[in-house]
């Protein structure tokens, strides 16, 4: 299950574009027999997160989360503190729930102060060491600073950074996949 935001849900692209479906798509091809589900909701936050994310798990019952939140909480400034709370918080129900985790790191444009922007960024890895999980550190990376491959608001890919957006999280992902017969 992807439980993310706009990054995860293909905000502004048709739903077949977007790096989830691509994901499905890929495993499918390689022969891995996993049911991907995008639990992802444009414009979530981690507390909105929190509270979505119990029902989620019930409903749905994945073997692996692959968790993208953050970005809205720092778009909208919220403490670091308060997003790593947060973030925590979901690991936790995931593995409560009997669900390896891997953590997706997000990165905010330098704007918002480069202290805050530091800090926020850190949030990631500091996680992914407390909790022992496997982390992929840039969602983004190679595709963030490339108007080519972004929508114009300068914020979320475009349908030709959507695979790259997946050839970043694919060699974190890889080896927590299992092939299923």
């Known amino acids: 299950m992807v439980f993310g935001d706009s990054l995860s849900a ?81 690991i936790e129900l995931a593995r409560a729930g009997d669900a390896q985790v891997l953590l997706v790191g997000i990165r905010i444009p330098p704007n918002f102060g480069p202290r805050y922007a530091e800090e926020f960024a850190a949030i990631y890895p500091q996680l992914a060491q407390q909790y022992h999980l496997p982390l992929v550190p840039f969602l983004l990376e190679n595709v963030a600073l490339d108007p080519g491959r972004m929508q114009d608001d300068g914020l979320h890919p475009n349908a030709a950074g959507e695979a790259p957006v997946l050839d970043n999280l694919w060699p974190h992902l890889l080896p927590l996949l299992q092939k299923k017969h």
């Open 10 to 90: 293909a905000y502004g692209l048709r739903p077949e574009q977007g790096w989830v479906a691509l994901l499905a798509q890929r495993l499918r091809a390689q022969g891995y027999g996993y049911q991907v589900v995008n639990a992802s909701v444009s414009g979530e936050t981690s507390s909105g997160g929190v509270a979505r994310l119990p029902r989620a798990l019930q409903l749905h019952r994945p073997t692996l989360l692959v968790l993208e939140l953050g970005a809205n909480d720092a778009l909208r400034g919220l403490p670091v503190t308060e997003t790593r709370r947060n973030l925590a918080r979901l």
